[in-house]
């Protein structure tokens, strides 16, 4: 049975941080060990991105169930674009807390991490997020109550956590070795002109 992955988009995300994972798990579909199915939910029929654009989410939260998902991905975004008015949101942080009430993996992106800390899943835990220079999120996260870390990317128990949109191919293959293992995922890499 595939392992079902939930992308949860809030409105003003950044397109980058969410086709890491539409990539990542598409390449995995049609030429790696498949397996897993990655389905984009917002909390509206139509979201704008960061960059101007608008994307379609497949369904919207009231349309799915989550226990069907196995794991939760979350892009980041920008305040100038809105992003926090959904990332903040009562029904978007009570997904994050379900999924860390399950115990199931749950993978973010940049300053989507600030939506765990918000949730309250991240007190006492290690994280990251944006590291800009000049910016304040990193200490946004720590209010929070996470340890933040200089790394890129944060591990913590089943949640990761990371820098910017560079990390975001790393964090999407690492949901991947999660789900089908380091070997497919390796395949995957090569196969993606990530390894020679």
Known sequence: MAKKIMMLLADGFEAVEASVFTDVLGWNQMEGAGGTELVTVGLREKLRCTWNFTVLPEYTLDQVTLSEFDVLVIPGGFYEAGFYEDAYSVAFL???????????????????????????ILQGKQATTYNGEGSVRQAQLQAFGAEVLPDPIIRDGNIITSHNPSTGFDVAFLVLEELTGRANTNHVKTLMGFKK
């Open 94 to 120: 009570d997904v994050i807390r379900y999924f860390y009430a399950q115990d199931k993996l749950i993978a973010t992106i940049c300053v989507a991490a600030l939506a765990l800390g918000k949730s309250g």
